[in-house]
């Protein structure tokens, strides 16, 4: 079988992959679709994301969908040929954060498609892959495989937004419009917002992320344009840069909230602490997800206008130039890898 290794900076690779056979608790899955993460394209561009360096060839991956193929043994689940979502983090279930249901920020889980670990977790992007048989979901009746593949993307925007607090009623400020930014804007108004403000660079951006119901789309270098907020409620920094922080703690109410969900750069980033201070602002991370995988689920399947962010669906074997066309934000959101027909979709 084939599958997507990337195996060190600017060397992303297809490579022939021994079919993996499924062994105590665990589920051998056939893979349908696959989203191209920042993340991804971090190892591919950079060698590594954040702090974690890759040391090893990885596949990467892990935004998959896909069918049931069969289990090992003492596992169960969805019935075989079943079309499934793969939540990817494997929490230990015993360290202090998981014993206090944290499990997003278990400090010893496993992830697919991550170098935070040596022995890296190998990833989803590969023809079948083999992951604990409790990582499974059944995606929804009606729900596409193609639409279920943003499941683990959405599931970070929705996790973002709650850690942000009760938006009912309220104007939500999002910088960034990537796929992650874009997201941002569609669980917020799913939450109830009643406006949603976005900022980004690039034309094509702020058009997906009209698409995905904000209310305003706005050039993040053009602040004195009328249509800019005085103030928001409620700040949400989705692309990583100390520069959308900074406009999110200078637009934020006296004893708003904003929280920081894009990774920024390794090392010490500059930001406007003293507006932390002098206004009270709740400053909070947001990383990762645990149970709105779930909830990403349910709201995919209600909602047919997310399929206007994906932007690409590209064949396994044309890899790189699917990461090339995500990286390039001025013409795509959420690039996904196909990997062939396994079942209906």
């Known amino acids: 079988m084939l599958g997507c290794v990337i195996h060190g900076q600017d060397d992303l690779r297809v490579d022939e992959l021994p079919v993996p056979s499924p062994g105590p608790g665990e589920a051998l899955v056939a893979v349908r679709y696959g989203g191209v993460c920042g993340s991804d394209l971090h190892y591919w561009r950079h060698g590594g994301v954040g702090d974690f360096r890759l040391r090893e060839p990885m596949v990467l ?28 983090a494997t929490p230990c279930g015993v360290c202090p954060e998981c014993s206090d249901g944290r499990r997003n920020v278990c400090r010893d889980t496993r992830y697919l498609g991550s170098a935070a670990r040596t022995p890296h977790v190998q990833g989803g992007f590969a023809a079948q892959v083999v992951v604990p048989a409790e990582q499974l979901r059944t995606i929804p009746a009606g729900l596409p495989l193609r639409r ?3 499941a683990e993307p959405l599931s970070v925007a929705l996790h973002a937004v709650r850690r942000a607090g009760d938006v009912t009623g309220k104007h939500v400020l999002v910088t960034g419009a990537g796929p992650i930014g ?12 009643a406006r949603v403000t976005v900022t980004d660079l690039l034309p094509r951006a702020l058009e997906y992320a009209v698409a995905a119901g904000a209310d305003d789309a706005l050039r993040a270098d053009a602040p004195s344009a009328p249509a800019w907020p005085s103030e928001v409620d409620t700040a949400i ?45 709740e400053l909070r991370g947001a990383f990762r997800f645990d149970a709105e995988f779930d909830d990403a689920l ?48």
Do not use: W
């Open 148 to 150: 279920a593949a943003l």
């Open 61 to 88: 991956g892990h935004e998959v969908v896909g069918t049931v193929v069969r289990y090992g043994d003492g596992a169960s689940g969805p019935a075989p040929g079943t079309p499934v979502a793969v939540h990817p």
């Open 237 to 281: 920094e989705a692309s990583g840069v100390a520069a959308g922080l900074d406009t999110c703690l200078r637009l934020v109410r006296r004893g708003g909230v904003v929280v920081q969900l894009g990774m920024l750069p390794p090392g010490q980033s500059p930001f406007a602490g003293n507006l932390v201070v002098s206004r009270e602002i």
């Open 298 to 345: 349910t709201l995919l399947a209600r909602e047919p206008r997310f399929d206007n962010l994906v932007s690409a669906v590209v064949p396994l074997g044309e890899a790189e130039s699917a990461f090339t066309l995500a990286a390039d934000r001025a013409e795509s959101c959420k690039v996904l890898l196909d990997f062939g027909e396994t079942a209906p979709v």
């Open 182 to 193: 874009c997201l941002v804007v569609a669980a917020a108004k799913a939450a109830g917002a």
